[in-house]
């Protein structure tokens, strides 16, 4: 019996799929160390709350410092009256260094930079610095992109303690209370989300990519030149990609268990049944995208096609919740979304199979149905 | 020699858009014969054996491979054919062993013939070479050591030394002349070496633009075309080789 096994064409086509695999350096850093790396990276961004430093450019010295017998500037008054410290910088400006200290949210302290006009706009061009402060006739003027969240965020910290310096004491009035429920940490968001993100890419540079440099080489021609069924060629090769699949997701998984204590609130057997049809849904459209081009170059195009809006879109590392309103039920659609979706309601949400019967049908069927017809126009020759 | 037809190629004719690759060809060939299709890039040699192989399907005419259509024997055709394809590269990671046992096991063939298979193309010594790593020449021998895995009852083969330097084209004649010593199999070779058809090829089907201008043995085609260039041109020597009688017939050299 195993010898009947070993010598069949289905184990040696499954033999070459590993062995082309594991031998392939690329592959193994691109789908393993690189998810981890991502999340490593993100996760500490994201989810370590550290103190921060927030830089703020203040257009003209003199609001840092005054001549000798002039007034001091509103801004030098509350920098002094909270005993910034104001010093100068390696670049010959002066900076003044505003400690706000919080046991909650995380110490942070502000940089209130002498900058001109020009450098300012240089610096916020590359990120350095959100908000510009300058003062006129007396009155402090806030410049910043008011679409952009945290220049919001700034001003609205920096004007409160401009007008209340008591909050730089005790920058709470109110009381806060962390909540430190499972499942809400922003790498509780992520982990799902590259793993299936990991799904998507490995099909289709995984069985795509492969099936079309297979046709260019002229290899699939030479294989189907043997008795070979040409059902177990890609069976073999998505059983492989499928089976690469479960071992960079669980990879992921221990690690991000490991280092960030994720863990999954919902049924383990379940998230493994959607697991598996998610990757059937993905490795059909794999197979459909590669039915009939034999070059790379427009393999490489239609890969990206469907990748592109499904990475942007899917809510893959932020909520698809941000998107107009109007996009929401056509990205929800998608089935990055839904595969992204249903594998964060068993990880952060407690779903077992009641909850995914439906989705994991959905993906199936979409698995099946972009599988039969890629079989259909499948050029083989 | 067994004088009985393994391939019979009746009127056929190819055409992609408005190229006529195959204009009207037939042939046959014998049990055990070795046929070289002659001519220069684009004479349509490729899309003739491609249609042998099964792998292209004429546009009229037919193609019986021991008696039998494609259609329908396809499963039993594909078991007594080995062919080994222009420019094949096969799995850049897979040892050289490794891409005879995967080869193998589409004819449900062991170990034991892959060995011996390694032996007869002279790879022995790179059985755990990576494919990536082969010469051109080795590339070629694995391509014919895939070839000729299933012992085929008829060999087709693509080119199968172009690109290859002097050294590595005589080795795999070497094999291709072992071959007719030790085996019955029927070959059709297509080449643009006027050397290569006349050192292995029993019958030479000279080839241009889709048709057969001259076929028969060396000696026969030599024979016969000073004769038919007499009547016509003002040429009257015999040709001396296979180079010099497509000059006659074409005005152009073979690797033109």
């Known amino acids: 019996m195993i010898n009947r096994i070993t010598n069949s064409q289905l184990w040696h086509l499954i033999l070459a799929n590993v062995r082309e695999l594991i031998r392939e350096p690329a592959v193994l850093f691109w789908g393993i160390a690189f998810p981890i790396l991502m999340s490593l990276g993100l996760g500490v961004a994201f989810t370590k709350k550290k103190d921060v430093t927030v830089m703020v450019a203040v257009i003209g010295r003199e609001h840092l410092v005054h001549a000798p017998g002039d007034s001091a500037s509103v801004i ?229 096609l469907v990748n592109m809006p499904m990475m942007v879109l899917s809510g893959i590392f932020f909520s698809y919740h941000n998107f107009p309103s109007w996009s929401i039920p056509a990205i929800q659609k998608f089935p990055l979304t839904m595969l992204a979706d249903g594998v964060r309601s068993i990880f952060i949400e407690g779903a077992g199979f009641r909850e995914i019967l439906i989705p994991s049908a959905i993906m199936l069927s979409i698995g099946l149905v972009f599988f039969i017809s890629g079989l259909k126009i499948f050029k083989w020759h | 020699m067994n004088q009985e037809a393994v391939i019979k190629v009746i009127n056929v004719q190819k055409s992609f858009k408005a190229v006529h690759a195959v204009r009207g060809m037939s042939l046959e060939i014998l049990n055990g014969q070795f046929i070289a299709l002659l001519g220069p890039n684009g004479a349509g040699k490729t899309t003739m054996v491609e249609m042998i192989e099964g792998i292209q399907k004429p546009d009229s005419g037919e193609i019986l491979i021991m008696g039998k259509h494609w259609k329908g024997n396809e499963k039993e055709l594909r078991r007594i054919i080995g062919l080994s394809l222009q420019e094949t590269r096969f799995i850049d990671k897979l040892r050289v062993c490794e891409t005879l046992r995967l080869f193998g096991s589409f004819f449900s063939l062991g170990p034991q013939r892959c060995s011996e298979v390694m032996e007869l193309v002279g790879l022995e010594e790179k059985k755990d070479a990576y494919v990536v790593n082969l010469s051109g020449g080795q590339r070629q021998k694995l391509a014919l050591g895939v070839a000729l895995l299933n012992k085929p009852r008829i060999l087709l083969l693509d080119e199968p030394t172009t690109g290859l330097d002097p050294q590595a084209r005589r080795e795999v004649w070497m094999i291709l002349k072992k071959l007719k010593d030790e085996s019955s199999t029927s070959l059709i070779l297509t080449t643009h070496y006027m050397e290569e058809a006349e050192q292995l090829c029993d019958y030479i089907v000279i080839m241009d633009h889709g048709t057969i201008l001259k076929e028969g043995t060396l000696q026969d085609l030599l024979g016969k075309s000073s004769a038919d260039i007499e009547k016509k041109d003002e040429y009257t020597g015999p040709p001396r080789n296979l180079d010099e009688l497509f000059i006659e017939l074409t005005g152009r050299h073979l690797n033109e």
Not at chain 1, 129 to 140: A, C, Y
Not at chain 1, 179 to 205: E, N, Q
Not at chain 1, 243 to 249: Q, R
């Open chain 1, 76 to 304: 030098q008054y509350f920098l002094e009256k909270n005993r910034a410290v104001i010093k100068p910088d390696k670049d010959g400006s002066l900076a003044g260094e505003l400690k706000v200290a919080d046991e909650k949210l995380g110490g942070t302290t502000y940089i209130f930079k002498d900058l001109n006009w020009k450098q300012a706009m240089v610096s916020l061009k590359r990120g350095n610095l959100n908000l510009v402060m300058d003062e006129i006739k007396g009155k402090v003027v806030y410049k910043f992109d008011p679409m952009n969240p945290d220049a919001q965020l700034t001003y609205l910290k920096i004007s409160k303690m401009m007008k209340d310096p008591e909050l730089i004491i005790r920058p709470s009035g109110s009381e806060i209370i962390p909540l430190d429920v499972t499942g809400t940490r922003y790498i509780d968001f992520l982990v799902p989300g590259l793993i299936c993100m990991g799904v998507m890419m490995s099909c289709m540079w995984g069985v795509s990519y492969d099936i079309i440099e297979k046709r260019s080489k002229k290899l699939l021609r030479r294989m189907v030149a043997t008795p070979m069924k040409h059902s177990n060629f890609l069976v073999a090769l998505i059983t492989v990609r499928i089976a690469m699949n479960f071992v960079e997701a669980g990879l992921l998984f221990l690690f991000s268990w490991m280092v960030f204590n994720i863990t999954i609130q919902g049924s383990v057997p379940a998230l493994i049944l959607f697991f598996t049809t998610g990757n059937i849904a993905f490795a059909g459209i794999a197979v459909f995208l590669s039915s009939h081009t034999s070059k790379t170059e427009i393999g490489n195009g239609l890969i990206n």
